[in-house]
């Protein structure tokens, strides 16, 4: 069955860096187009950046150019580097892959808090 582990997360002051890892199984890794998304407290879960399998990349506006998603496919795994973190990026951050209707399964994801 598909599963993705999401790790990396942690307490960091702003303007510092952290590096998510998703790891996925259950699922042929390489052909799905990637997403990371974020949850913040008392918010509606959004999107922060995609990559597809032949490696083209968008970021949400938010994000860009602080964050870069990147993907090891014969690891199974996604990456989201994350500098120059802002107190507003404090959210449970999740990954998931772009599927037609959209996955109803989502991992655990890990947290970030950016502390000012």
């Known amino acids: 069955q598909v599963q993705l582990v999401e790790s990396g997360g942690g307490l960091v002051q702003a303007g510092g860096s952290l590096k998510l890892a998703c790891t996925a199984s259950?699922?042929?890794?390489?052909?799905?187009?990637m997403n990371w998304y974020r949850q913040a407290p008392g918010k509606r879960r959004e999107w922060v950046a995609q990559?597809?399998?032949?490696?083209?990349?968008a970021y949400a506006d938010s994000v860009k150019g602080r964050f870069t998603i990147s993907r090891d496919n014969p690891r199974n795994t996604l990456y989201l580097q994350m500098d120059s973190l802002k107190p507003d990026d404090t959210a449970i951050y999740y990954c998931?892959?772009?599927?037609?209707?959209?996955?109803?399964?989502w991992g655990r994801g890990t947290q970030v808090t950016v502390s000012s």
């Open positions: 998931n892959r772009l599927t037609s209707p959209p996955s109803e399964y």
């Open positions: 259950g699922f042929i890794f390489s052909v799905y187009t």
């Open positions: 990559i597809l399998g032949d490696g083209t990349i």
